[in-house]
C-alpha cells in the first residue's frame, strides 16, 4: 500500500504555510531523539489573500510534485491560532473540509505550540544548553502579541542540564494570553517568569515584542506550518487537550500504520455519530474537535462593542488570558 501522508497547514499569521509529512522509513529513527517525520513538500506565501484557496493550491502544488493524490493523505493536522480571526478561521475551516471529503481524521496544534516547538528543536540539534522558559509570540495586532509560557522540565538536580539520557521538554504552565507589545516583560513578572532564568523569547521580529528585553534572549523565526508536527514531541500540553504535545506523535503513527482507510476514518463517522444523537461533542480527529483559539474577541466584535459603548475599554490588555 502507498505509504500515505500527513498535511499540515497555517495561516495565522502573515505568513500562510502547507507542508506535507511522512513517517521516517526505520524504526530506529523514530525511537532516537530525532525527529518522528520527514518534511516531503512544503509551500508558503507571505501576505496572501484568499486564503482557503492559497491553502487548497498550495495542497495541488504539492501533491503534483511528488505525483501522489489526495486519497494518499492520512491525517491532517491544523494551526488553531491565536493569530488574526481570519486565518485561523480559514484554516480551521479548510482542514475540516478537508477531513470530511476525504474521510481522514484532522487534528488541531496551536500556533504558539508550532513557534515552541521549533525553539525547542533548534535548541537541541544545536547541542546548547536549552534555555529555561521558552516564550513563543505571534502578533495580535493593534500593538499587542499573543504568547505562552513553556518552561522546561527534564532537569537535574543542578537544574541547568538534562540528565544524561533524559531529553529537555517543555511544559506549557499557564493558558495562552494576550498583552502589549511594551508590557510583555511585565505580563511574564505576573506569570512567575522572573528574570533570574535564562527567557528566550521567539517571534516572527523583535519589534513585535517592545523594547524592554533586559536580560531576555530573542530568536526570530516564522511560522513553520512542519512545526505542527515536526518537535512536538517535546512539549508536554496541559491534561485534557486531547492528542497535542507528545501525545501527538504516538496517536497520528498509530493511525497511519495500523489502521485501514475504513478504520482512520473511524474518529470521523463516531464523531458525526455522536453529534446527530448527543449533540457537539469532542472526538479526536473528528472536525468538530478542531476548535480555534482566539484568546480575545475579533476586531469586529470590538468594534461593535465600542459604537454601542465609546467609552467601552478595549478587550486583550495587560495579561489577559485565553482558552486553555
Request: with cysteine.
Amino acid at each position: 500500500m502507498t505509504e500515505r501522508l500527513v498535511l499540515t497547514l497555517d495561516g495565522s499569521t502573515r505568513v500562510c504555510g502547507a507542508a506535507l509529512l511522512r513517517p521516517r522509513p526505520c524504526e530506529e529513527c523514530r525511537t532516537a531523539e530525532a525527529d518522528h517525520w520527514e518534511t516531503v513538500a512544503r509551500r508558503s506565501e507571505t501576505d496572501g489573500h484568499g486564503q482557503s484557496r492559497v491553502l487548497l493550491q498550495m495542497l495541488d502544488d504539492m501533491l503534483r510534485e511528488l505525483g501522489r493524490e489526495p486519497r494518499d493523505l492520512g491525517a491532517i493536522v491544523v494551526g488553531t491560532g491565536p493569530g488574526t480571526f481570519t486565518g485561523v478561521r480559514i484554516t480551521v475551516a479548510t482542514g475540516r473540509a478537508l477531513s470530511l471529503a476525504l474521510k481522514i481524521p484532522v487534528l488541531g496544534v496551536s500556533t504558539l505550540a508550532a513557534v515552541a516547538a521549533g525553539a525547542a528543536a533548534a535548541s537541541r540539534e544545536a547541542g546548547s544548553q536549552p534555555p529555561d522558559v521558552i516564550v513563543p509570540t505571534v502578533d495580535a495586532r493593534r500593538s499587542q502579541v499573543f504568547l505562552g509560557i513553556y518552561e522546561a522540565v527534564g532537569r537535574n538536580a543542578a537544574g541547568d542540564q538534562p540528565d544524561e539520557g533524559v531529553r529537555c521538554e517543555y511544559s506549557r504552565t499557564a493558558p495562552y494570553l494576550v498583552c502589549g507589545r511594551d508590557t510583555l516583560r511585565a505580563t511574564l513578572a505576573d506569570s512567575g517568569v522572573g528574570s533570574e532564568r535564562r527567557v528566550l523569547i521567539v517571534a516572527e521580529h523583535r519589534d513585535l515584542i517592545g523594547a524592554d528585553l533586559k536580560g531576555l534572549e530573542f530568536s526570530r523565526t516564522a511560522v513553520e506550518p512542519e512545526r505542527l508536527l515536526m518537535g512536538q514531541e517535546l512539549l508536554r500540553e496541559p491534561a485534557g487537550a486531547g492528542p497535542q504535545g507528545r501525545e501527538l506523535n504516538p496517536w497520528l503513527l498509530s493511525s497511519l500504520e495500523t489502521g485501514s482507510t475504513a478504520e482512520r476514518a473511524g474518529a470521523v463517522a463516531e464523531g458525526e455519530a455522536m453529534r446527530s444523537t448527543a449533540g457537539p461533542v469532542a472526538v479526536a480527529g473528528a472536525p468538530e474537535a478542531v476548535i480555534p483559539i482566539y484568546v480575545r474577541p475579533p476586531d469586529a466584535d470590538i468594534h461593535i462593542t465600542k459604537m454601542k459603548d465609546p467609552w467601552a475599554e478595549i478587550v486583550g490588555g495587560r495579561g489577559r488570558s485565553g482558552r486553555e
